[in-house]
């Protein structure tokens, strides 16, 4: 049974649940059986980019894969604010306003840092049990509270000089911000409106474009190519917090789920290995540490 991660390369105009289950016929097809697949956080089939899919124990760390932060390119286009703030929507308003780039640059400053932003109506949160997007497909009044949220980095470029009609942004952001509602928010900032034209996701988490694989690689897979050439280990998804080594005896004790005391380490979240093996994902307060979550991993040891 493979346990780790395969992250996608997800093309334009195939959706997140539509991108695990492509993992799980592909795994399937090539001899596995029934595997438990999930995805670390959805994107839109109008974008593209990384997404992270979890197999197997992974699939315990993909709660935390949503929770982590993100880094997307946009391209910003002046002029018209469709109602799904992308280039699939009706065209609601327009503006004859084209700003400079080196007034996109000045109002940067304005959108880093912690910042309060209001969700698309056309997104999935939830109002009242029903999802924001299909209140708005039904053309009902959508009103979403305002969410608070961390740009941690806004950069912006464009080949032109003077006015420009697109810009093209790079951002990295904090969980639950929504990169059409920051390009509305700055369109609007500069006096005019706008859509995103193009949206694609650079980095999730520990997970970056250069770690991805195309549909077509994955797609090998079915066809009797390797696993092993496209799945990596759960540890890679961890590879932002530090390593807990334990000896045997310590192993089996977090195995039966019960807490370590006196460890030296500093408080904080860790992961717990008995030499290479992942154990447990384990919180550590005061020289306790207690399992977060445990892995049922086979040791290729015995």
């Known amino acids: 049974m493979p346990h780790g991660w395969i992250i996608l390369d997800k093309p334009l105009g195939l959706g997140s649940t539509q991108a695990v289950a492509a993992v799980k016929r592909n795994l399937r097809q090539a001899g596995y059986g029934k595997v438990k697949v999930g995805h670390g956080g959805t994107l839109d089939p109008l974008a593209s980019g990384v997404l992270p ?55 940067l400053p304005r959108f880093t840092g912690a910042i309060e932003q209001v969700p698309p ?58 990169i059409r509602a920051l390009a509305r928010d ?34 090998e897979v079915g066809q009797g190519a390797p696993l092993e050439d496209v799945i990596l280990p759960l540890e890679a998804g961890l590879d932002d917090i530090p390593a807990l080594d334990l000896d045997p005896e310590a192993a089996r004790a977090v195995r039966q789920g019960r807490v370590l005391s006196g460890l030296p380490q500093d408080d904080g979240l860790y992961w717990a290995r008995a030499g290479r093996l992942p154990v447990a994902l384990m919180e550590l307060s005061g020289g306790d540490a207690r399992v977060v979550r445990g892995f049922n991993l086979p040791d290729v040891a015995e």
């Open 186 to 219: 700055i369109a609007h900032a500069l006096g005019t409106v706008g859509h995103v034209t193009m949206l694609r996701r650079l980095r999730a988490g520990p997970f970056d474009l250069s770690r991805a694989i195309s549909l077509d690689k994955l797609n």
């Open 53 to 107: 899919i979890a197999v197997g124990e992974a699939t315990k760390l993909a709660g935390r894969m949503l929770d982590a932060t993100k880094e997307y390119a946009f391209v910003l286009r002046f002029g018209e604010e469709t109602d799904t703030l992308d280039a699939e929507g009706r065209v609601m308003a327009t503006s004859e306003v084209r700003p400079s780039l080196a007034g996109v640059e000045a109002m």
């Open 121 to 178: 109506a056309f997104s999935a949160l939830k109002v009242e049990g029903r999802r924001a997007y299909d209140l708005a497909r039904a053309g009902e009044e959508v009103e979403l509270d305002v969410r608070n949220v961390e740009i941690f980095s806004l950069s912006a470029s464009s080949g032109r000089e003077g006015c420009v009609e697109e810009v093209l942004f790079t951002a990295h952001v904090s969980k639950g911000t929504y």
